[in-house]
């Protein structure tokens, strides 16, 4: 069983670049999210969704889209990457609403934004 | 202020030692809570959730104080593996549709 898969697991851009880190999970969970970590901020959610053609957004979502075209996939895409973006982001999806259940995580994907 | 906080650490503790950490959260109408545990530059994995009545699991008992918003995590007769980052996530209330976690405490079981 893969649960959450994240792709790439590394990547390096330069400035003004775009790109789009790919989520996907065979769990079959309704509740997907992204998060970034960052030293000294912890966990701090950019978006989620509840469901297919369903996404909201979170704490810091400046910079970033998704979609949820599938029950299984949730892309997030850097529209023009920054240095700010330099950042550990890490996908998760859950059975149940992700405020209530437990979160699955992704291995994480390190984004290096020059 | 953040909206939910822990001490980083780190803490350094010897094998066997007992262990606790808190985590405030400001949010009142709060009503789910975890503790995650993350290894260096791994995922977090869920640890534990956090129930009313606190909850015990093995070495591990995790308690919610609702009247002073915080919950704790006791992790009695340290072992090396349990060396890691510990964090807390809090979740539920008006509106709120996903969990937001503490920066996280490092735990550092030396022998």
């Known amino acids: 069983n893969a649960g959450v898969t994240q792709t790439p697991k590394f990547q390096v851009l330069k400035t003004g670049q775009s790109m789009t880190l790919q989520c996907a999970q065979d769990?079959?969970?309704?509740?997907m999210s992204w998060y970034r970590q960052d030293p000294g901020m912890g966990l701090r959610l950019i978006h989620y969704?509840?469901?297919?053609?369903?996404?909201d957004q979170g704490e810091v979502p400046n910079g970033y889209n998704v979609s949820r075209s599938t029950t299984e996939d949730f892309p997030l895409r850097l529209l023009s990457a920054a240095p700010s973006q330099t950042s550990v982001y890490f996908c998760?999806?859950?059975?149940?609403?992700?405020?209530?259940?437990?979160?699955?995580f992704g291995e994480g994907s390190r984004l290096t934004v020059l | 202020r953040k909206e939910v906080e822990q001490d980083p650490g780190p803490f350094n503790v010897p094998e066997g030692a007992t262990v606790a950490f808190n985590c405030t959260y400001s949010?009142?109408?709060?009503?789910?809570f975890f503790w995650y545990r993350q290894d260096c530059r791994k995922e977090p994995k869920l640890l534990m959730s956090?129930?009313?009545s606190g909850n015990e699991d093995g070495r591990f008992t995790a308690q919610l104080n609702r009247a002073s918003q915080y919950i704790s995590l006791l992790i009695r007769d340290s072992k090396l593996s349990d060396s890691a980052t510990y964090l807390c996530a809090v979740g539920g209330g008006r509106g709120r549709r996903a969990l937001t976690f503490g920066s996280g405490t490092r735990l550092q079981v030396q022998p």
């Open positions: 969704s509840v469901g297919a053609g369903i996404t």
């Open positions: 769990m079959n969970h309704e509740y």
């Open positions: 998760a999806s859950s059975y149940n609403r992700g405020n209530t259940g437990e979160l699955f």
């Open positions: 949010n009142s109408a709060s009503q789910s």
């Open positions: 956090v129930y009313s």
